[in-house]
């Protein structure tokens, strides 16, 4: 099972789109910048100085991910854009990181200056290795994108020193991270060296992961105090509490033996996506295996409609089966850019639209709702109903996720075409190009789109020489009926359709094109009858965006609103004060509140209901538009006792 | 504003009732003599023996308030039963508090022995003045049942020490306690003793809270370091933390500027309960005026169907209007209990049915659910719709819910007749006797019925001489038609009904019988549209009965029933597994999980209807028969988009 396709590097791709490019340039101008700001004021800069002393503030364990997840992003838009000042700000803060590293290649200010002695004892909540991950990571993506190796070569030299500490050898210790990161940094940074060195540490961190006895009770047996946070979970048992800490970080059993997602929710998507990293550079059959198990009963049973992850505000992850609250949720922007990140992986591993579906339905909705429409603020959360007190926030205590979106816009191009042994394969409806090689022959795919609003696409080809290869092209699940073009000739679809993508194996010319129609009718979509938020109720989609309803726009809670059985007549319009985003109107129905001043309960029947118009906008840009109720499940079920009553 | 009623007390009314009286008798055989046990097992009647040294385990500050909510429930049984061994518990228990009791009359063992320098300097938290609260009613209690002064002699001591300690004189002490208690016992020990100085603490304590500068602030900068809970606020400014902790204790304002019931909902609760007690004990027209504010907006907007009480399981408490989610509900049995005791107080002070009918409502649902039919175990919260992973439990480390429990049903004749110079009250229907004088005659009204199965009402009058006096007879709410009679002659209700109680007022004679009819369909009850987990569904009810569907009933997932708009068909059934209750069936339909298997969301419509017939148990009875789902709302408009896709 050799690994099938590469991304279409950042390097070799480029977005000029309608919908894109202005976020990514506002993560140029104004995120970015922001973030930077954020950093130095909340002295994570400064922390690297290793001035502090006892009665400072102290720094956090995990400061080094921020840093390094912003020289990540960073590191993306240098690959695009000559800028100097970022550029400076970028090799500044690597200076810094420079002088934080130990003799011996460790990087981590806290058990450096406020706990010297307790490295690597704490591995449970630490997060030491999550933090060596995500410097791996800024390592690679710097040198890739500016060809400089300075904080390439700090990261392998603190590689090495973890190398030289974990593993099955005499002495080492046989631990992983409670928060999985660095097994994933760890196949990229080998990707980029050819170092297998780094390849097998990542192995042994997902294999040995689970394994008994559990590290994590080893260790928690060797503090002075129990870490396992009893007072939490008042009336469970202990036994029951230890199996929830094991599972809250993907450590109850061997990896290949979990069959449901299970803890927290961004641990458990960085596990899996190294976990497809893994099955397909060591050609292994059995972690895929496992992956499918789990990606099946994620986005089977445990995922929002959003593509949000995560009931569980207090575990910041999963529950179980079908337990997907809405004004409760607590789908954690990082956990469905996780979501992503795995997505993405399975999609190289085996080219199946059902990857790219949830890829593009966790992009599209349950990421992008994570910032603003100015760049300036985020939700750490990201609940599908709101009684509008909601608000993003410029910055947290714990600031994973304002980066971690950074670090995604500004490498989106490489998620849109992957190429391989087989050919290419266009993943996502992105106005730009894409360009890769075939048997010597540069060949560049430029795709023009007003994609999501609408779903025409075109694909032209561009080509030294003619070539032969097959060229796939993802037919979205949500669309009923696609229809493509080469050349203004339509192709049967049927024939050519495998796993969901078009593939169209023929002789290409320089000029040839493609052209894909997705029509994007507003439907509801029901949930799983078990789901309880969603029972009695529907959610609007249009193309791979799932709509929601604000108070602003209908005037009441959106709890108010009842929509008919089906979407018969909808009509979409323009909404300038959203960035021009397509709305979708349908006929309804809003309860009244008249006679309920006074009332909670009531035996004479049910609220009255009225006709209203219901507007619906793009779920990922609500909370934009000032305070109030949002909701997207709304009643679809139209009741005939309540109907006969209407005003 | 005289108070204008007291209870017909303990001694003077009796229960013989086929409902509660085999439940009162499980009190006494079953219930409390485990508690007694585990009172024993968990080391709380041995901490008072003062022996604690470093490195036992901690006595908790407030153990003392377990064992006196335990002797309290003790001397309700010893008032109507000889039961030398349960005497004799109980003497030695009082003989334990005496030892523990310091020379200054101070009477808790962590501050003793734990941390004897640290009386009195965590009111926020350490619940010092609750325990005295709760020992306070403790002795009250025991000397009303059993003539003896042990206890009461004991707190007396104690509440003379805190009189010492706290008020606005020199060198005292201007707090209060965070969880409220204290202010409802000492009028119970006023009324019990006469002694004024009781009255004047109970008003300080009432009339201090919420006052400027905010006393647990001040007693929060004496700590070295702050109290405050910090983190589990991730995203609230520490403004918004500090107004959520005042909030927490309503400690927010004072309480005659409290609007909206907040914070810990038992709390709110004894709070309440007090304030009603100072409205009547002082004439105080401002103090009923808040209380009757805070019912409205509790009882309008706040409250679950059940009588339950509290949204929020982090707070145990309340948070917003109609933030009523069924499944995480908190809903503590305390908190229910609490509401009893204030409806009842309320009821005391003006005799409106809609008290009485709340009284109803928490008492046989949110209240009973707490204990399990055999008497031994316990919920903590009662949630209005399960999964199915629900169980009772036998104990809990914070124990105040089955003490509570205990000390309420042992005492329930006393809630069910009141009397005042506008004659006697009957507030519940209940089978047994009060008794009352009515200008030197003594009158004894006997009632019989088959309450809550069957809304027949008898009730006869036996005296030594003919009386005049105004029998009032609460018409409960829920119930639209209902008729009675005085010897076999119609009533016209409309003449005689003030405030929904039948007052009947005329000269009575030894053998007159009143009989009251209360029509109990079953109905669909409606919440609030802003009710998100009653949106689109409904509930049953029977009488004073919530009724919920469990999934041993009908074979699926309560979710998945969806009943008529209206319920036109009911039939009723008696469960014998569930000690003869009366069951409810109705036709309605079950959502198929046929075509979901392996999906989560769809858009080609609805799932499927089939027809079932739906079986409805009394809330309060749930979680006795194993396993399994369990709901109170319930999708009621059926869905004609749904119907004609039914099988």
């Not at 993003?392 to 989106?412: D, I, K, M, Q, Y």
């Amino acid at each position: 099972m050799p690994m099938r396709h590469v991304p279409v590097s950042l390097t070799r791709s480029s977005i000029e789109d309608h919908f894109w490019s202005p976020k990514i340039q506002q993560m140029r101008e104004v995120t970015l910048p922001v973030q930077h700001a954020m950093l130095q004021e909340t002295g994570r800069f400064d922390a690297l100085r290793l001035q502090w002393k006892p009665g400072d503030d102290q720094p956090h364990p995990f400061w080094e991910s921020d840093v390094a997840k912003w020289i990540e992003a960073a590191s993306y838009v240098l690959a695009k854009h000559h800028d100097p000042d970022l550029e400076s700000k970028v090799d500044a803060a690597i200076d810094l990181l420079a002088g934080a590293q130990q003799p011996d290649g460790y990087l981590n200010v806290f058990f450096t200056v406020v706990k010297p002695g307790e490295r690597w004892t704490d591995l449970l909540d630490a997060h030491e290795l999550y933090g060596a991950g995500h410097l791996i990571e800024a390592g690679v993506a710097h040198h890739a994108a500016t060809g400089k190796r300075t904080l390439l070569e700090i990261v392998m030299r603190y590689a090495d020193h973890i190398a030289s500490v974990f593993g099955r050898g005499p002495g080492q210790k046989r631990g992983y991270c409670g928060h999985e990161e660095i097994e994933l940094a760890l196949v990229r940074l080998y990707r980029a060296t050819g170092v297998s060195r780094y390849l097998e540490l990542a192995t042994y961190f997902v294999d040995e992961r689970g394994q008994q006895p559990f590290y994590f009770d080893l260790e928690d047996a060797e503090r002075p105090s129990p870490s396992y946070f009893a007072d939490e979970w008042r009336f469970a048992t202990r036994a029951e509490e230890v199996q929830l800490f094991r599972e809250y970080n993907q450590a109850h059993a061997p990896v290949r033996e979990q069959a449901d997602p299970v803890g927290h929710a961004v641990r458990a998507m960085y596990l899996y996506s190294a976990m497809a990293d893994l099955a397909g550079e060591n050609d292994d059959a059995s972690l895929l295996e496992a992956c499918e198990r789990l990606w099946s009963r994620l986005t089977g049973r445990r995922m929002y409609v959003t593509g949000g992850l995560g009931s569980s505000a207090l575990l910041e992850g999963f529950t179980e089966d079908y337990d997907l609250p809405d004004e409760t949720a607590y789908a954690e922007t990082c956990a469905a850019i996780g979501l992503v990140f795995w997505a993405h992986r399975m999609l190289m591993l085996r080219r199946k639209s059902s990857y790219g579906d949830i890829l593009e339905r966790a992009l599209y909705n349950g990421v992008l709702s994570g910032i603003s429409l100015d760049g300036r603020s985020f939700f750490y959360d990201n609940p599908l109903a709101s009684k509008g007190a909601a608000h993003r926030h410029e910055w947290f205590g714990v600031a994973c996720c304002p980066p971690n979106l950074a670090r995604l816009l500004t490498s989106l191009s490489s998620y849109v075409y992957s190429h391989g042994d087989d050919g290419v394969a266009v993943h996502l409806y992105v106005s730009g190009t894409g360009a890769f090689e075939v048997g010597g022959t540069e060949v560049t795919i430029r795709q023009e789109t007003s994609y999501p609003w609408d779903g025409s696409v075109k694909l032209s080809l561009a080509m030294g020489a003619p070539a032969e290869f097959p060229l796939a092209v993802r037919l979205p699940g949500w669309c009923d009926r696609p229809s493509l073009s080469v050349n203004g000739h339509e192709v049967d679809l049927a024939s050519v359709t495998v796993d969901g993508y078009a593939v169209l194996d023929r002789a290409w010319n320089d000029g040839d094109e493609v052209t894909l129609d997705l029509p994007m009718p507003a439907v509801l979509v029901r949930a799983h009858p078990l789901v309880s938020a969603a029972s009695g109720r529907g959610a609007l989609m249009r193309g791979p965006l799932v709509y929601c309803v604000e108070q602003v726009d209908v005037g009441v809670d959106p709890l108010q609103v009842v929509l008919a059985s089906e979407v018969t007549s909808a009509t979409t319009g323009v909404d300038e004060s959203l960035g021009g985003a397509v709305t979708v109107c349908v006929p309804g129905h809003t309860t009244s509140l008249v006679g309920w001043e006074d009332e909670l309960y009531r035996s004479d029947g049910g609220p009255v209901l009225e006709e209203a118009e219901i507007v619906a906008v793009p779920y990922h840009l609500w909370a934009n538009r000032g305070d109030g109720a949002m909701r997207v499940w709304l009643r679809s079920a139209s009741s005939t006792g309540e109907a006969s009553r209407s005003a």
